[in-house]
Nanobody
Framework: QVQLVESGGGLVQPGGSLRLSCAASGSIFQINAMGWYRQAPGKQRELVATTTRGGSTYYADSVKGRFTVSRDNAKNTMWLQMNSLKPEDTAVYYC???????????????WGQGTQVTVSS
């Protein structure tokens, strides 16, 4: 079994900061790409940021310059530092990872349960 557990969400005022964490645990051989997605009420889930095992990153235009994604391969953990938060950042944030459970198994998608981020005064 593999689990992704997010933490760090909460209520913050506009302009504030939050740091989300995503920890992968269980039977893991290797983690390839990891990413953060978000889903606001009534909207489709959208990509926020991704990071490869080698450290390359990608950001959605809406968060570029404000959010920073990072990871520690040894700890199977990823973070999302969110600064200058706006009300439109309000959403449930999900962690995603491509994980191979053994050397002979293919990589497959895993998702966390999500953590709520609310930006409001």
């Amino acid at each position: 079994q593999v689990q992704l557990v997010e933490s760090g969400g909460g209520l913050v005022q506009p302009g504030g900061s939050l740091r989300l964490s995503c920890a992968a645990s269980g039977s893991i051989f290797q983690i390839n790409a990891m990413g953060w997605y978000r889903q606001a009420p009534g909207k489709q889930r959208e990509l926020v940021a991704t990071t490869t095992r080698g450290g390359s990153t990608y950001y959605a235009d809406s968060v570029k310059g404000r959010f920073t994604v990072s990871r520690d391969n040894a700890k199977n953990t990823m973070w999302l530092q969110m600064n200058s938060l706006k009300p439109e950042d309000t959403a449930v944030y999900y962690c995603n990872a491509l994980i191979a459970r053994t050397v002979s198994m293919a990589f497959r998608d895993y998702w966390g349960q999500g953590t709520q981020v609310t930006v409001s005064s």
